[in-house]
């Protein structure tokens, strides 16, 4: 059988020396990621993130957003929670870090947060995991521009290394809750796409059909 390169996103078709032109997007188990139940923004905001160290991961873009938010807003109690590293050097007020252990704990996470924020500053346009995984679990999601993002259907995008508009836009959603949960609503749909019996089957029908 010859060697076939399969890519999992349309921005890796002729992606430096990849060949593949078959897409097959990264599975998620939807029976673990699944949707909570709608509850509107309260005065207390949770805001999550997944913490990394490398700078490309934005992590501290969303550090400084919310203590931009703390400044400016004496309305509401805004939280952070960030899952995995707990590497921070700084002591910041109101900060949780929580490592999930497996899938189960790290979609119950994101269950447990308001507003999720994936502010990566490379490979936009490409799926990452972050962005399906809040989709799924009706966690409203602010990103950066990874599939499938989309700030008129599912999603706020802001630009990359900004801040402010991270904050503006935390700000923007709680102000709009009727907006929020129209584009939640919206991400659970879109993002059934990822479902892990719909990849195999894609993927099989591919291999299948070198």
């Not at 160290?53 to 939280?79: C, H, M, P």
């Not at 921070?88 to 507003?115: C, F, H």
Request: aromatic content about 10%; charged content about 25%.
């Amino acid at each position: 059988m010859p060697l076939k390169q399969i890519v999992n996103s349309h921005i890796y078709v002729n992606y430096k020396n990849i060949k593949g032109k078959d897409i097959v997007y990264p599975g998620l188990d939807l029976k673990k990621y699944y949707r909570k139940k709608y509850i509107p923004f309260t005065n207390e905001i949770v805001i999550g993130a997944i913490n990394r160290t490398e700078i490309w991961k934005g992590t501290n873009d969303v550090i400084e957003a919310y203590n931009i938010l703390k400044k400016v807003s004496r309305k509401y109690n805004f939280k952070l929670k960030l899952a995995y590293s707990n590497e921070l050097n700084e002591k910041i007020d109101g900060l949780e870090y929580i490592i999930p252990k497996n899938d189960s704990e790290l979609a119950d996470y994101y269950r447990s947060v308001d507003i999720m924020v994936a502010p990566g500053h490379i490979q936009l346009g490409a799926v990452h995991y972050p962005v399906i995984e809040s989709m799924a679990c009706g966690t409203p999601i602010i990103t950066t521009g990874y599939y499938p993002a989309d700030d008129k259907r599912n999603a706020w995008i802001v630009s990359v290394k900004s801040p402010e508009k991270i904050a503006e836009c935390i700000m923007y959603m709680i102000e709009n809750q009727e907006l929020v949960h129209q584009k939640v609503e919206q991400a659970i749909q879109d993002v059934q796409q990822f479902d892990w019996n719909t990849i195999v089957e894609k993927f099989i029908k591919i291999i299948e059909e070198s």
